[in-house]
C-alpha cells in the first residue's frame, strides 16, 4: 500500500472513529489476537478484499502502541493465512504513523470459485458487516456454493461451444478431379456456414 493510500485510510479511521467493513485494525500489543483468523476469513469472503492494521489502538484514537517483534508478527500473520482453506493471500508492507511502525496486509478476495474461504480447524466461515465478523448463516452459505456451481457449470457450456467450432476434417470417396492420379483423395475441412466456405485440398 503507498504512504498517501494508508495517510488517507488513517484519516479515514480517525473520523468515523472506528473499524470499517473492509479495515479491521488490532493493536497486537501483546501479540496477535486468536480473533484475527476469523478477520482473514471474513476479508477474504468480502468483494474486493479488505486490510488489516497491527499496532494502532481504536480506543485511543488510533495511535500508535509500539510493537514488538515486527518479524515475529509477520510470520504468526502469515501463519494464520496459511490456516485457511484456501489460504488468505496477503500483501504485508511497515507504516509510519508519528514515527512509529504499524504493519499493513492488504487482503486480496478469495477467488470466487473457491468461496467460502474457511477456517480449517473448524469448517467455519465468516463474513464482514460494520466492524464484525460474523459466522456464514446456512443460507449464506448455501448461496455460496450456488455461485460456484453456477461459475463452473458456466466455463464447461464455454469450453464446449469453442470445441464444437473447429473445423473438423474428413475423408470421402468421389471422383477425383482431372489430372489426378488412381488412389488419390480430397480431404475436406467441413466448416459451418457462419465460418466461411469449405476448402478443399488434394493429395
Known amino acids: 500500500m503507498h504512504m498517501a493510500e494508508f495517510d488517507d485510510l488513517l484519516e479515514l ?7 470499517t467493513a473492509a479495515v479491521e485494525v488490532k493493536s497486537a500489543a501483546g501479540g496477535l489476537p486468536a480473533s484475527l483468523t476469523k478477520s482473514l ?10 486490510v488489516v492494521i497491527l499496532g ?7 495511535a ?10 509477520k510470520q504468526g500473520l502469515a501463519g494464520k493465512a496459511r ?5 488468505a493471500q496477503l500483501d504485508i508492507t511497515d507504516e509510519l504513523v508519528d514515527g512509529v511502525v504499524v504493519i499493513v496486509a492488504r487482503v486480496a478476495e478469495c477467488t470466487p ?3 467460502p474461504c474457511r477456517v480449517t480447524s473448524t469448517r467455519k466461515a465468516y463474513l464482514r458487516s460494520h466492524d464484525g465478523d460474523f459466522q456464514l448463516s446456512e443460507l449464506e452459505e448455501q448461496g455460496f456454493l450456488r455461485a460456484r456451481s453456477s461459475k463452473r457449470r458456466s466455463r464447461a457450456g464455454a469450453g464446449h461451444h469453442r470445441r464444437r467450432s473447429r473445423p473438423r476434417p474428413t475423408r470421402c470417396v468421389g471422383r477425383a478431379s482431372a489430372g489426378s492420379k488412381a488412389g488419390d483423395c480430397c480431404i475436406h475441412w467441413c466448416r459451418t456456414p457462419s465460418q466461411g466456405r469449405n476448402h478443399h485440398r488434394h493429395r
Open 13 to 19: 479511521l480517525r473520523l468515523r472513529g472506528g473499524d
Open 41 to 50: 476469513s471474513a476479508l477474504s469472503n468480502l468483494p474486493g478484499g479488505g
Open 56 to 62: 494502532l489502538d481504536e480506543r485511543q484514537g488510533f
Open 64 to 73: 500508535p502502541v509500539g510493537l514488538g517483534n515486527i518479524q515475529a508478527l
Open 83 to 87: 490456516s485457511l482453506t484456501p489460504p
Open 113 to 115: 470459485s473457491d468461496k
